[in-house]
């Protein structure tokens, strides 16, 4: 290192700095001891916090500080509070320095826990005519706030006055001996991608669930007729349901000198996002596709294990202040580019989200970055239809993305789509692209259907 570029800080402790450095890097703090150590600790960060301006380590500090304060340690936290301009450190003594006396308030709420599951009605038009009105198919069960549960559908109407409705219930498979539990129900229809349809999402009020009372559910759904013209995916729909459970009620007294402080969130992506965009201290250009992009090695590195071979390792790229990249359009390396900085993807239209999620999987896989695979593995795999998913089952065998692999596999188990797959072009791309494929389709998928039909159709 030059002597230039050292900077001399006398009046921070080592450890102090070091737990600073740790922050600036991770966005969290070390393991800095027992209680003592962790409120002394939190004193020094708090001044080195304002003085690096880092307002979300002066926060946390500011909060430690807050929920510590005792006998020994008030006189020091009312002193930082007054030069620090800590307004919620400016309180009066706790209770065990006060005097008599004070106010308190109460705080009274229910304790619940909420938790969903899908049901995925696949072959509808099939099922359709073999459950009649009044059947109930159901989906597996799952548990919430200690009880069982599973979800029921009405594909031909729960009577003959809604034939022409879908009806979703809940069931409570395992009602207590006596009295109630109180529950709150949300249905939701989803569209192609998972997400909730908002003109199908039906949020019930707090209802009573129990041994009597096992089932509740909406009769009036959605109209069949409006599911088979505007909700079917080849062939199939899925309910969602949120249950919440209130399990009890909780009384909590506080006195007056408790202040809530409320941290704000991570926000390191959006300061590296901001350097990337105002260029400052850059160090490498990348040129893709006639476009010129300008980063910064360090980044790159510690995000990639290829970016740090090639820029700082033996590499040709090591030394080079321009890369020349020519497998990759400009608008999937700007994506890429974004999510290195931030961990997040840009905004992307919908109707390129698949094209584009295509090509960031494969430069997920090229640098190695493992997190933007799954998240574009998982992009796809909601897109999966009979017009998709060779190309995607192509994608998934050649970059090892094993599970979204599989889910192809039971997209094409379903009735009709594998033969509505077969009629297209994508097929023949399997076969000439990954010709191992086709053993591992076979006996993945053949058993549900005529093999030799399937031999001769590819």
């Known amino acids: 290192m030059k002597e230039k570029d050292r900077v001399l800080i006398s009046d921070m402790e080592v450890l102090v700095f070091k737990a600073l450095l740790t922050f600036v890097y991770t966005d969290s703090l070390p393991d800095m001891g027992g209680e003592g150590e962790k409120t002394v600790m939190a004193q020094h960060l708090l001044v080195a916090a304002d003085r690096y301006d880092l307002k979300r380590l002066k926060l946390i500090c500011e909060d430690r500080l807050c ?90 109407g729960f009577s003959d006055e809604t034939a022409d409705w879908i009806c979703v219930d809940a069931c409570l498979e395992n009602p207590p001996a006596t009295g109630d539990i109180m529950v709150r129900l949300k249905s939701s229809l989803l569209d192609r991608v ?11 009020s707090i209802t009573a669930f129990s041994s009597a ?37 909780c009384i909590r007294t506080a006195t007056n000198t408790e202040a809530s402080l409320v941290v704000p969130p991570p926000d390191m992506h959006c300061h590296f996002g901001a350097i990337l965009e105002s260029r400052l201290g850059t160090d490498v250009t990348f040129m893709v596709s006639g476009e010129q992009f300008t980063a910064h090695r360090i980044v790159l590195a510690a995000r990639s294990p290829v970016f740090m071979a090639e820029l700082f390792g033996p590499m040709k790229e090591k030394d080079a202040t321009v890369v020349q ?56 795999s909601k897109y999966i239809d009979t017009s998709l998913v060779a190309t995607t089952l192509v994608l998934a065998e050649q970059h090892g ?35 191992s494929l086709l053993e591992e389709l076979l006996a993945k998928v053949a058993p549900y259907f005529d093999r030799e039909r399937i031999i001769r159709t590819i």
């Open 67 to 156: 929920g510590h304060i005792d006998r020994s340690t008030v006189t020091t936290t009312l002193v930082l509070a007054e030069q620090y301009d800590l307004a919620k450190l400016h309180m009066p003594a706790p209770p065990s320095v006060s005097a008599a006396g004070g106010s308190t308030s109460s705080t009274v709420s229910a304790r619940k826990e909420t938790g969903w599951h899908v049901l995925k009605v696949e072959g509808y038009s099939q099922i359709k005519g073999v459950v009649g009105v009044g059947k109930r198919i159901k989906s597996g069960t799952f548990h919430v706030g200690g009880y069982t549960w599973c979800i029921g559908c009405f594909p031909a």
């Open 194 to 204: 998972g997400e909730p349809v908002s003109a199908y999402t039906q949020i019930g």
């Open 213 to 249: 009372h096992k089932l509740k559910g909406y009769i009036n759904f959605i109209q069949r007729t409006v599911l088979e013209s505007s909700y079917l995916y080849d062939d199939s729909f899925k309910i969602r349901c949120d249950i919440t459970v209130f399990m009890e009620v």
């Open 325 to 380: 990249i020519d497998d990759m359009e400009a608008r999937v390396f700007r994506a890429l580019l974004h999510f290195i900085y931030t961990d997040s993807l840009p905004q992307i239209d919908d109707e390129d989200k698949v094209v584009m999620a295509q090509h960031l999987l494969v430069a997920a896989d090229k640098y190695n970055m493992e997190r933007l695979k799954w998240i574009c593995a998982d992009i796809l």
């Open 401 to 435: 993305c094993h599970g979204l692999k599989e889910t192809c596999f039971e997209f094409l188990k379903a009735p009709g789509n594998l033969t509505a797959a077969m009629a297209g072009d994508g097929f023949r791309h399997v076969t000439s692209s990954c010709p």
